[in-house]
Every structure is written in C-alpha cells, then in structure tokens.
C-alpha cells in the first residue's frame, strides 16, 4: 500500500505553546497544534507569534501538523545591509 501524500498549507502563528509546539492559524480559518521539525531545531530557527509559517500535515489528523518552513518577513533588512557597525572586518595583516 502506498504512503499517503502530506498536505502543505500556510498559516500565522496565533501562539508558542511550549515544547517547540505552536497554535498556527491557517489561511482556511482553521487553527492547528504544530510543532517544530527536526531540521528547525538543528539550525536553531526560532518561531515567535505572528510569523508566515509553512506547516504539512497528513489526511488522517487534520488538527496537528508539522512546521517545515518560516517566511522570511517583509520588514527584516536584506542581506548584506550594513547596520550601525559598519558590517565590513578591518584588514588582517599578514606577517
């Protein structure tokens, strides 16, 4: 028998609950328990409330999911923008 395929959808996440777990808020209304996936932890990617989340889900529990993917935000600086420290390393000097 063939496995069955994950549904991917995108939501908001309304809570941390604790143990890498979330409340997500889909973009069909529904709010679903989720938790952090392995490879979210590895890399130590924090979620906090209000980020655009990607979570995948199987058909036979559609109240609990796992997140796979945080958005980036809108409001973050792109990358390579300096800040108030200049963001460049002096010159090392080679003896």
Not at 45 to 55: E, K, M, N, P
């Amino acid at each position: 028998m063939a496995k069955e395929e994950m549904l991917e959808f995108e939501g908001v996440v309304a809570e941390v609950l604790p143990d890498a777990r979330c409340k997500v808020a889909l973009d069909n209304g529904h709010e679903v328990i989720a938790y952090t996936s392995g490879r979210m932890k590895k890399n130590r990617i924090r979620i906090l409330a209000g980020d655009r989340v990607t979570i995948e889900m199987t058909p036979y529990d559609l109240t609990k999911g796992r997140i796979n993917f945080r958005h980036k935000d809108a409001r973050a600086a792109p990358p390579g923008a300096t800040g108030p420290g200049g963001g460049q390393r002096p010159p090392s000097r080679k003896r």
